[in-house]
């Protein structure tokens, strides 16, 4: 009986030892690793079939693992790409954005300006005929100027909108008096009357005042689709630093080792770490949502008093009324210009038999709605501003809420906070999540982040945001980006104040001369310009200096 009780204890206790032998060996397979790894494209060679010793690891833990040297290698730099993909494809929506109402709004003024050149040239021609046809060169100049002026060319608006009158006066005054000859010089004498003797009335100085305000904002507006677009396109491709790569491998990959490549981090695991990836980034933050409120106060200029629309396609009656005013006058002109400049000698050719009081008498009358060209394919400019409000707004905050956006749960990460990667096992993760930014990174425990290394290319961007904003800020009190004469009274030395009441001027300088803004005409000139770091010389350091007072005494104007 006792000899049969030990040898039923032997069998069990050998049945026990199997068991727990099997179960061992089932624990330490690394099936589940070996074809997650695969699935990565990752050859299964030299790949271990069961747990071995840990040692050699540099990132994952150490202890039993299905990582080898090479396999922690090859997770390390798919890490690297697959932050950078995330990054990028977190950002595409708002890049999109960006671009497509960049060549959306550029397409609209572009249009817009065609439109109006279009009708200004048919209802002359059919109004004034040959007289005009002999003299198109004059508006053909106004709107290749204005065209220019948008597409970032060195135009000042007042300069070339004074010449464009000027120009008018001298080819009416030359048609109203066709019975005397005319020599060069007189007719500089009479441009230089123009101001004095008022003969187009009031409509150059409320053209001048509509026109500089109205294409200064419509620029700058622009411009500043364009500099998001680039400096969203340049901090979404991501410096990803070596302490980085170590932190997303041990976070994204080193389940793996573990035989647990289906178990996702945990969300605050996550957001430290992308935190600490990102804190460059999140530093843009404050700029970028200073940058979006200026181009919201712009747009809400463009849909008020600022509104290119309203300017530009009424410019042919605006135009029209001026040289009925000139005709109205012009006898009283005639002999003022006569009094100051001399009497000019006869040509020996009569006035027309039909009269030039008759080719100019027809007035013009505005479109009615049904008759108005439709402008980019159809849309207005109220419906393109507030569909690109909307989007601005959406875009706020967007660098300092990426890492949240990445961590979202469910997506990236896992709910259950018990069930979690922890950056060592499953289960719960302890630290506390670190603010954004690049010093809050001093006490990060995933990433370790040298705060006193602030990224160049983020900085460069932080500078072309800054100029920008500054630019945006002056266009919407009316003025460009010249020196503003505070003892003018609302008049700028260079393009266009144009501001009335409740505007301020000081000496304001604003960058430089922004270049061409279209779809398809740039080479990130404006955002590149900013980010340039090259050799400081004096002319740099003066720039530098300049944006400086101008960024103060704007902020004290904006307040």
């Not at 948008?150 to 080819?171: A, K, P």
């Not at 980019?376 to 300092?400: H, N, P, V």
Request: glycine share 6%.
């Amino acid at each position: 009986m006792n000899a049969m009780w030990r040898l039923h204890a032997a069998v069990c206790t050998l049945s026990l030892l199997s068991l727990s032998s099997a179960a061992e060996s089932k624990a330490r397979s690394c099936g589940e690793a070996r074809h997650a790894y695969h699935a990565k494209g990752f050859s299964l060679a030299n790949v271990p079939h069961q747990e071995i010793s840990g040692e050699h690891l540099r990132v994952c833990p150490q202890g039993h693992t299905c990582c080898t040297s090479e396999m922690e290698d090859k997770l390390n730099q798919e890490s690297k790409v697959e932050f950078e993909n995330l990054v990028e494809e977190s950002s595409r929506n708002m890049r999109t954005t960006f671009f497509s109402r960049h060549k959306k709004f550029d397409e609209f003024f572009l249009e817009l300006l065609d439109n109006s050149e279009k009708s200004l040239n048919s209802m002359f021609t059919r109004t004034y005929g040959k007289l005009y046809m002999q003299n198109s060169e004059v508006f053909q100049d106004l709107f290749t100027e204005l065209k220019r002026y948008y597409t970032g060319g060195n135009v000042n608006l007042e300069e070339m909108l004074n010449d464009f009158w000027s120009r008018l006066l001298e080819r009416m005054f030359q048609l109203l008096n066709s019975q005397y000859q005319f020599t060069d010089d007189y007719l500089e004498c009479v441009s230089k009357y123009t101001d004095q003797l008022k003969p187009f009335g009031d409509v150059p100085r409320r053209l001048k005042a509509q026109v500089t305000r109205a294409f200064i904002a419509a620029r700058t507006f622009v411009q500043g689709l364009m500099v998001g677009r680039e400096v969203a396109n340049r901090v979404a491709k991501v410096n990803v630093i070596p302490a980085c790569v170590r932190a997303l491998t041990k976070m994204l990959y080193c389940p793996y080792c573990r035989s647990m490549p289906g178990l996702k981090p945990c969300h605050n695991y996550c957001h430290n770490v992308m935190r600490g990836c990102l804190a460059n980034q999140a530093d843009l933050d404050a700029e970028w949502n200073l940058f979006i409120d200026a181009m919201l106060l712009v747009a809400e200029r463009l849909e008020g008093p600022f509104n290119i629309e309203a300017v530009v396609e009424p410019v042919d009656i605006k135009i029209s009324d001026a040289i009925m005013t000139m005709q109205d006058n012009s006898m009283q002109v005639s002999a003022k210009v006569f009094q100051g400049c001399g009497q000019p000698k006869p040509s020996g050719v009569g006035r027309s038999a039909r009269g030039i009081s008759d080719v100019f008498s027809a007035r013009f009358r505005p479109y009615t709605p049904e008759e108005r060209p439709t402008t980019a394919a159809g849309t207005s400019l109220d419906r393109l501003l507030i569909d690109i409000k909307e989007k601005l707004k959406e875009s706020k905050r967007f660098w300092s809420n990426l890492p949240d956006d990445i961590c979202a749960k469910g997506k990236f990460t896992e709910p259950d906070e018990d069930q979690c990667w922890n950056s060592h096992t499953k289960g719960r993760y302890f630290p506390e999540v670190v603010k954004e930014g690049l010093t809050n990174q001093v006490n990060n425990p995933e990433v370790d982040v040298d705060i006193t290394r602030p990224d160049t290319l983020i900085r460069q961007q932080i500078m072309a945001l800054r100029v920008m904003t500054n630019k945006l800020k002056n266009a919407y009190n009316g003025n460009d980006i010249y020196f503003q004469d505070s003892s003018d009274e609302g008049s700028a030395s260079g393009s266009g104040s144009g501001c009335s009441d409740g505007c301020t001027t000081e000496y304001v300088f604003v960058g430089t001369e922004a270049s061409v803004i279209g779809a398809d005409r740039g080479d990130e000139r404006a955002a590149a310009a900013a980010g340039k770091s090259c050799s400081v010389g004096p002319s740099l350091l003066l720039l530098m200096a300049a944006i400086a007072l101008s960024l103060q005494a704007t902020q004290t104007q904006w307040r």
